[in-house]
């Protein structure tokens, strides 16, 4: 029974005193280590991250900042460059209009040379022709007078005024046919 009494006597809801004293000292000791030494680090660590967070977010901040400012100048840069190309190929359409009419009124001009060059040679192989047809209608026409006439038109000047005169009554039987 001495068991049961000791037992009855320590009752295990209320804590033994010499317990408590060095369990209330081991707590004070560890609260002072803990208040003086770990919390002042743990909070410059905590501030340290902090501070690497927000110069993170700032720094990321400036960062997206440039690259909005890089972005907008590229946009800038992407329009001058298509107003720029676009200037460009209304210039070469202009230009290419312009060499193109160059080359037509060149084309045309040189059409109107050949075609007076034309002409000209034209009214020269007529004047030409018309030449040798008056000396082979004049050689004719006083062969034919001399065997007519049945005297000799030898004489250059009585040929040339017979030949004329044959020449000038042809040209006006042609007019009033006409």
Same mark, same amino acid.
């Given at each position: 029974?001495?068991?049961?009494?000791?037992?009855? @006597?320590?009752?295990?809801?209320?804590?033994?005193?010499?317990?408590?004293?060095?369990?209330?000292?081991?707590?004070?000791?560890?609260?002072?280590?803990?208040?003086?030494?770990?919390?002042?680090? &743990?909070?410059?660590?905590?501030?340290?991250?902090?501070? @690497?967070?927000?110069?993170?977010?700032k720094r990321a901040s400036d960062a997206q900042e440039e690259a909005q400012r890089a972005l907008q100048q590229y946009k800038d840069q992407l329009a001058e460059a298509r107003h720029e190309a676009s200037r460009l190929r209304e210039e070469a359409r202009e230009q290419g209009a312009q060499?193109?009419?160059?080359?037509?009124?060149?084309?045309? %001009?040189?059409?109107?040379?050949?075609?007076?060059?034309?002409? %000209?040679?034209?009214?020269?192989?007529?004047?030409? %022709?018309?030449?040798?047809?008056?000396?082979? &209608?004049?050689?004719?026409?006083?062969?034919? %007078?001399?065997?007519?006439?049945?005297? *000799?038109?030898?004489?250059? @000047?009585?040929?040339?005024?017979?030949?004329?005169?044959?020449?000038?009554?042809?040209? *006006? *039987?042609?007019?009033?046919?006409?």
């Amino acid at each position: 029974m001495n068991l049961l009494a000791a037992e009855e @006597a320590t009752n295990p809801l209320i804590p033994n005193l010499a317990e408590m004293v060095v369990g209330g000292f081991a707590f004070l000791v560890v609260l002072f280590f803990v208040g003086r030494l770990l919390v002042p680090r &743990i909070q410059k660590t905590l501030a340290d991250r902090v501070d @690497a967070i927000e110069g993170g977010l700032k720094r990321a901040s400036d960062a997206q900042e440039e690259a909005q400012r890089a972005l907008q100048q590229y946009k800038d840069q992407l329009a001058e460059a298509r107003h720029e190309a676009s200037r460009l190929r209304e210039e070469a359409r202009e230009q290419g209009a312009q060499i193109k009419a160059e080359l037509r009124e060149e084309a045309q %001009a040189e059409a109107r040379r050949l075609v007076e060059a034309a002409h %000209a040679q034209i009214e020269a192989d007529r004047q030409q %022709a018309f030449a040798q047809l008056r000396n082979e &209608i004049g050689r004719l026409s006083v062969d034919l %007078a001399t065997r007519i006439v049945g005297e *000799s038109l030898e004489d250059e @000047a009585r040929r040339r005024r017979t030949v004329d005169r044959f020449l000038e009554e042809l040209e *006006s *039987s042609n007019a009033a046919v006409r």
